[in-house]
């Protein structure tokens, strides 16, 4: 028989959270040791974590949401014990700070203060559950669903799915949309200008006139579809534009949206002006494949606090091909293989749908410890809006993003004596990035060019100093 747990007393259901934290640090220390050897701390820190947030005992029914919950309860804790010994006020009230924002995020509607911190998780009024249902009814093209829909049963999505290992019985529920709306990037590949060989053509030469017949054919086909767009994002309360394709939830349904044109351009790419060329397929794929994959499984903790972004962003690169952006999120994993050897996307490759929230995070605990799994998980791509996730980006501010992260595993490799390791990795890819530019022979001023692109587009400004040091080593 299933615990009964009395919520009604605050007393009570402290005591309840407090043995349901004992029972996963009992657990959870048997894979990860240093939960053994911060125990004491972990514990103090933790009590007054679910004090001050009256944390409901369900919190602890879930596995990841535990383990971030013990490395902050770590962190706090140690904050205690530096306040002790005299840390300084602006220091202790940054960090005290951040520990807020992160648990707040994390626990969300399991804190029974969460009306307290509410609207600190999220700046805007939300619309209710069958309001949103109604205004994507409203714009839904059930012409070009049911078509999309097919393609998929007919095998559309079959190389994503084999990468994933999703299969009719393990795959989760999901629902496909097209809406008549379009932002920029829908749109790319279909008009272009006049085709070169009907440049010597007179105007009233058939093939020039079925050209301009479906370029205004296409011109009032977008026109319709920007003013439909306004509205939907007036509606729906859509800040940015329209994005190419995403994944949302619609009243309790995992459902991929996409506009119009991208999926008319994947289903009939002969209906458009010659510019909508291979690549421009194989991308829109990808972006189709890179959304299905956020449908399948998932290391984001859930739509509201989206702790875990970064990797779950890449996990749904890696599994699509690598095809979009997102490249401070795949520089981060690569400098977290060079400097620490923890092959992150290895690791989800090796697991169905790339694995789970708790295999993840545990994996990373094991290996760099509690506390940079946990800046991992709290730090979004850039490419995430601020304004729209200000306690995330409160948490990348502190941290100094993905590349205060990777300068702070640095120096973790270098303080367990695995200098030699980390420095040979930088080495290696110093060597190989002179080596392609002499052997092309590019000039000196084009590395230099390269290395400042490399860490602007990166976000990894400390990384690229160090290869550039490298490099400065080879040269004496």
């Not at 009907?198 to 579809?225: A, C, G, I, T």
């Not at 940015?240 to 349904?253: D, F, L, R, S, Y």
Request: aromatic share 8%; net charge negative; glycine share 6%.
């Amino acid at each position: 028989m299933s615990e009964i747990i009395n919520t009604t007393n605050p007393e009570s259901l402290n005591e309840n959270s407090s043995e349901k934290l004992r029972r996963r640090l009992d657990a959870l220390s048997v894979s990860i040791p240093e939960i053994t050897d911060t125990r004491e701390v972990i514990e103090k820190g933790g009590a007054s974590l679910i004090e001050e947030f009256d944390l409901k005992p369900e919190f602890f029914d879930d596995e990841a949401h535990s383990l971030f919950f013990i490395a902050l309860a770590q962190r706090k804790g140690g904050l205690i014990g530096e306040a002790e010994l005299g840390q300084t006020l602006d220091a202790q009230s940054k960090e005290k700070e951040f520990i807020y924002d992160a648990m707040a995020l994390l626990a969300l509607e399991k804190s029974n203060k969460y009306a307290d911190f509410s609207r600190l998780v999220c700046t805007e009024e939300s619309l209710p559950d069958e309001k949103i249902e109604e205004i994507f009814d409203s714009y839904t093209n059930i012409e070009l669903t049911n078509e999309m829909g097919e393609a998929i049963n007919a095998g559309f999505l079959k190389e994503v799915k084999g990468r994933l290992g999703v299969t009719a019985e393990n795959e989760d529920k999901y629902e496909i949309r097209i809406l008549n709306v379009g932002g920029t990037m829908a749109f790319a590949g279909m008009a272009a200008s006049i085709p070169p060989e009907l440049n010597d053509k007179p105007y009233n030469d058939p093939l020039v006139q079925e050209y301009y017949r479906k370029y205004n054919e296409h011109r009032l086909y977008k026109e319709n579809l920007e003013e439909s767009t306004v509205r939907f994002r007036s509606e729906i309360g859509m800040a940015n534009e329209v994005p190419m394709a995403w994944k949302t939830n619609i009243n309790g349904v995992n459902t991929i949206v996409l506009p119009a044109p991208f999926a008319e351009k994947m289903l009939h790419p002969d209906n458009y002006i010659a510019s909508y060329t291979q690549d421009h397929f194989i991308k829109d794929k990808a972006a189709l494949e890179h959304e299905y994959v956020h449908s399948q499984g998932g290391i984001c903790f859930d739509e509201d606090s989206l702790i875990g972004i970064t990797i779950e962003e890449l996990r749904a690169e890696q599994f699509s091909e690598n095809k979009l952006g997102y490249q401070d999120v795949k520089s981060a994993a690569h400098y977290l293989q060079l400097i620490t050897g923890v092959d992150l996307v290895g690791e989800m490759s090796s697991k169905i749908k790339g694995g789970t929230k708790i295999e993840i995070f545990e994996t990373l605990a094991i290996k760099i410890g509690l506390q940079r799994m946990l800046e991992y998980g709290l730090t979004p791509p850039r490419s995430y809006a601020k304004e729209s996730l200000p306690l995330l980006f409160a948490s990348h501010d502190h941290l100094g993003g993905l590349n205060g992260l990777i300068e702070r595993l640095y120096a973790d490799a270098n303080g367990d004596d695995k200098l030699q390791t980390n420095e040979d990795g930088f080495m290696n890819e110093a060597m190989a990035t002179k080596e392609f530019f002499s052997s092309n022979n590019y000039t000196e001023d084009a590395l230099e060019g390269y290395l400042s692109y490399k860490s602007g587009i990166c976000g990894m400004p400390f990384a690229t100093s160090i290869i550039q040091a490298k490099i400065d080593e080879l040269k004496k």
